[in-house]
């Protein structure tokens, strides 16, 4: 189960915070390590409220957690927390509010709008708050305001533009400082730059790396540590604000998931590799390093290395990864292509224990970083606007071609795999490419477009409407169009699809929908459904689906 839990450095002590059926995955630490914030949702729905409890413990016969009085459930919409301040953010049909408690007190409205929108930074002085907001329409591309904590006032207010978004990653260190950090992509590419929200003015840093960055600051607020993405790794470096010198900092070859600096210098992050699994490791001042923390209990074995394909696509070079199991033969193999989700999203060199199950199993490995895809520029990521789900799946038939003609790839056995946004493609796939296809898993898919707009979660709407270009009722054609309902009858291969019962992002209705058109056509398929959301946190039940999955996959083949 994944749950929250408390880990004090100084004894080594660790304390299991949440414990609840269907896990907790949303948590974060107030400022002075006394409090822990985390998301109460029912079941894996994401509705629900916030909580907060000791970080030590409560004491005895006093109630563990407690919410924001006055703050009303929603879906999650952000949280930044000051030593005496708490901001945090809700989503529903009616729009995104935003709260603020002081000391504990009674949530204070100082943001509400129909439109989407969020928490995304609060000052270290905490009289400035940043908000991500989408009143100019476009969800995918937020715009940000800054507004007064003590009354909500508007302090700045910054848009770029059509197309153009901009995220707020954190307000300086320094107590009285109104530099924020800011996340924009004005030259097509995601960069950084530094507004001043109380002198409104702003400068962009020029960092010499190709890809794409984010960053966080260092404690004193000279410098910052620069998350750099390119060919799906990272790489981490310094970048001192007085002199512009980026000095690059010694870390293995993978992915990072998460980096911070510790109040002495120290450089903590989380990362892994194709073939190694997660760990957080340390860069201490004096230059060595080490692991800071691994999981307890059995250690997961070494994977499989990801090898990098770079594909002719009908937009452009598509970026793969892929791998062979060990003692495969030399010609071609089984393959199951697993599409990621997002679609704002991208698979990286990572570990991945679902990708070995597929490997062990005896199957070749690709994943497909298609045009919707991050970390390849601001262009690649949105030219699926307007034509969802059919604009992926050309690039996806650019690698399949690939594969198949260099050898990995048997072209009478390849499965097309994915969950979320990666379901919805396994789905549109096998209806409109039948013949690449001997078999899909689609989990927690987009199945049926249309019913699915009418029962998601309003943030979901919000990103539909921007990438369609409007909702079903102005755009009904286009919805159609791209829905794997309407290709239904075109599916062929035997099709295995998992549904969380109470998921708010591809709710059940529009599976059933989808698997009601299957029947009545007497297609080959099997359903499993689970008591979850969008996924489930239950470590035995995550094995389950794996295993269901590669079953499912190996009877489709024969094999």
Known sequence: MWEVYAWDRFTDTHRQLTDRPNGTSHATVSPDGERVWWFDDTDGDEFGIWRSESFAGPPAGAAAAHAVPGARPGYPAGVELGRSLA??????????????????????????????????????????????????????????????????????????????????????????????????????????????????????????????????????????????????RNTLHRFDLSTGKLTTLDVPKGTIGSAAVRPDGTVEYSWSSGERPPVVRALYPDGTGGVVLAPPGAKAPPAYPLADAFVPGPAGEVHALHARPDGAPGGPLPTVFLLHGGPHHADEDRYSAYRAVWLDAGFAVVHVNYRGSTGYGSAWRDAIEGRPGLTELADTAAVHDWAVSTGLADPRACVVAGSSWGGYLTLLALGTQPERWAAGVAGVPVADYLAAYADEMEPLRAFDRALFGGSPDEKPELYRECSPLTYVDRVRAPVLLLAGENDPRCPIRQIENYLDRLAERGARYEVYRYDAGHGSLVVAETITQAAVEVAFARRALGR
């Open 87 to 232: 901001v945090v953010g809700a989503s529903t049909d009616d729009g995104t509010t935003i709260w603020i408690s002081r000391n504990g007190g009674t949530a204070e409205v100082v943001y509400q709008n129909e439109h989407d929108g969020g928490v995304g930074a609060l000052s270290r002085d905490e009289r400035l708050v940043a908000i991500s907001h989408s009143e100019h329409g476009d969800s995918r591309h937020p715009a940000l305001r800054v507004v007064s904590s003590v009354d909500g006032s508007t302090v700045a207010d910054r848009w770029d533009g059509p197309g153009k978004g901009l995220e707020a990653l954190a307000f300086s260190p320094v107590a009285g400082d109104p530099r924020l950090l800011v996340l924009h992509e004005r030259r097509g590419r995601e960069e950084l730059l530094i507004w001043d929200v109380e002198a409104d003015t702003e400068t962009e840093l020029s960092i010499d790396l190709p890809g794409e960055l984010v960053a966080d600051w260092y404690p004193d607020g000279s410098a910052l540590l620069v998350v750099h993405t390119f060919q799906a």
